[in-house]
C-alpha cells in the first residue's frame, strides 16, 4: 500500500508562508476591482457593460504577462519573478494618483492593466513555486491550501472597498479620491513586502519538473511515449482552455455580484459589497473543505461534482427569486473555491521540463475573466439575474474537463 506523501519539509516552512501572502495580496485587489466596477458605474457615469471594462484590463494583462514572466522565471529563478510581480504591483497602485487626478476612465484602465501585470508574474510564478516546495504528489494540496488565502484576499478586498469607498455619509462616497488614498497605501504595503522577500533566502527546491506517481489522488497519468520519451499533454491543452472558461465564470459572477444585490435584493452598495466579502468566506471554506477532500477523493472527480453544483446554483440564481436565488449565489463562489487551483494542478502534472512554459499558458486562459463580463454586462444592462446563465455555459466545460481527465493522459496511438 503507498503511504500519504507530506504536505511539505520544515525547511520550506518560512518560504511556503511568505509565497503563501502574495496569493492573499493579489485576492484582495482582484475584488477591489469588482468594487471599483460599480462604483465607476455611480461616478463616471458608465454603463454596467463599459465598467466590464475594467476586467478586461486586469484579465488581459494576464493574457499579455503570461509567457513573459514564464521566460523570466525560467531564465532568473522563483525569487526574482515574485520581486518583478511586486515591483509591477506597487507601481500599477501608485499610478491610481494621477488616474483620480484626471478622473479618466481610460488611465485607470492603464493603472489597472500594469498592477495586473505584477499580479499575472506572482501568479504564473507562485504556482510552480508552491509545486516545488515539496513532494509533487501533494502539490494539488498545497495549490488549494495556498489559494484558500487568496481567498481570504478576496474577503478583504470588498470589505475594504464597501468601507473606505461605499461607506454612506463619508466625504469622499461620490469621489475618486478615496479610491486613490487606497491604492496609495496599497502601493506602499506592496513595496515593503518586495524588500523584506529580498532577504529571504531560497532554499534548493525539490524539482517540479519530475514524473510522478500520483496514484494516491489521480491514478497515476501520466502519458509517455517509451520510444521517443516525450509526453503528449492532451489533458494540459484541455486545462488551459478550462481555465479560459474557469475565469469567465469567474469574472463575470464577480463584476455583477453588487449589481444583483443591489438590483435584485435592492441592498445599497455598501451592504451588497458586505455580502460580497461573505461570499469570499464561502470560497475559503469551500478551499479548506476541497484541500481536506482530496486526500481521499481524485481532484478531478471532486472538480466534476463542484461544476455540476454550480450549474445548478447558475439556474436558481438567474430566476431573480429574491433570497432563494441570492443564497443560490453566496454557494457559487463555494464551489468555485477549487476550480482554478485544481485546473492549474491537474494542468501542470507530469509536464516535465515543460512546465514553466505550462504554467505560463494556463495563466494566459485567465483572459476569459476579461472579454465574459462584457457580455454579461450587456445582458445585465436590461436585467442582472438573467445575465448568470451564460456562466453554466463555463461550468459546463469545467465538468467536461473532470469528467474526462482520466482519459486525457492515456497514450496516443
Known amino acids: 500500500m503507498s503511504t500519504l506523501p507530506k504536505f511539505t519539509e520544515r525547511k520550506y516552512l518560512v518560504v511556503l508562508i511568505f509565497v503563501t501572502s502574495l496569493f492573499l495580496m493579489w485576492g484582495v485587489s482582484m475584488t477591489l476591482g469588482d468594487v471599483l466596477n460599480r462604483h465607476f458605474q455611480n461616478v463616471l457615469h458608465i454603463t454596467k457593460s463599459r465598467s466590464a471594462l475594467v476586467q478586461f484590463s486586469i484579465f488581459g494583462a494576464y493574457f499579455i504577462m503570461g509567457i513573459p514572466a514564464g521566460m523570466f ?6 525569487k526574482s519573478g515574485v520581486l518583478m510581480g511586486l515591483i509591477l ?17 481610460t488611465f485607470f484602465r492603464v493603472a489597472l492593466f500594469v498592477l495586473a501585470c505584477g499580479m499575472a508574474t506572482l501568479e504564473t510564478v507562485a504556482h510552480p513555486f508552491i509545486a516545488s516546495l515539496g513532494d509533487q504528489r501533494t502539490s494539488d494540496q498545497r495549490i488549494n491550501f495556498s489559494q484558500a488565502f487568496n481567498g481570504v484576499g478576496g474577503v478583504i478586498g470588498p470589505l475594504v472597498g464597501s468601507y473606505f469607498v461605499f461607506r454612506a455619509g463619508q466625504l469622499h462616497s461620490n469621489d475618486l479620491i478615496s479610491v486613490k488614498q487606497l491604492y496609495v497605501v496599497i502601493g506602499c504595503v506592496v513595496a515593503v513586502v518586495a524588500l523584506l522577500f529580498s532577504f529571504i533566502k531560497v532554499p534548493p527546491l525539490t524539482d517540479p519538473h519530475i514524473i510522478s506517481d500520483d496514484s494516491y489522488a489521480n491514478d497515476s497519468l501520466v502519458n509517455v511515449d517509451e520510444k521517443k520519451g516525450d509526453i503528449r499533454p492532451r489533458h494540459f491543452i484541455f486545462a488551459a482552455v478550462t481555465q479560459f472558461f474557469n475565469v469567465a465564470a469567474q469574472g463575470g459572477t464577480w463584476a455583477f455580484f453588487i449589481n444583483y444585490g443591489h438590483d435584485v435584493m435592492h441592498f445599497s452598495d455598501e451592504h451588497a459589497g458586505y455580502y460580497f466579502s461573505l461570499s469570499m468566506v464561502m470560497m475559503i471554506v469551500g478551499r479548506f473543505a476541497g484541500t481536506y477532500l482530496m486526500r481521499f477523493i481524485k481532484p478531478y472527480k471532486l472538480l466534476a461534482t463542484f461544476a455540476l453544483c454550480n450549474i445548478i446554483m447558475c439556474i436558481i440564481v438567474a430566476q431573480g427569486f429574491g433570497w432563494p436565488s441570492f443564497i443560490a449565489l453566496l454557494f457559487v463562489n463555494f464551489f468555485f473555491s477549487i476550480m482554478f487551483p485544481t485546473i492549474f494542478s491537474l494542468g501542470i502534472k507530469d509536464m516535465g521540463p515543460h512546465t514553466q512554459l505550462a504554467s505560463s499558458l494556463i495563466v494566459m486562459g485567465v483572459v476569459g475573466g476579461g472579454l465574459f463580463p462584457y457580455f454579461m454586462g450587456l445582458i445585465a444592462n436590461h436585467n442582472v439575474a438573467t445575465a448568470y446563465y451564460l456562466p453554466i455555459i463555463c461550468y459546463v466545460v469545467i465538468f467536461a474537463f473532470g469528467f474526462s481527465y482520466p482519459r486525457l493522459n492515456k497514450k496516443s496511438a
Open 73 to 78: 522565471m525560467k531564465k532568473f529563478g522563483y
Open 89 to 105: 504591483y506597487a507601481v500599477g497602485a501608485f499610478l491610481f494618483i494621477p488616474a483620480a487626478n484626471a478622473e479618466s476612465f
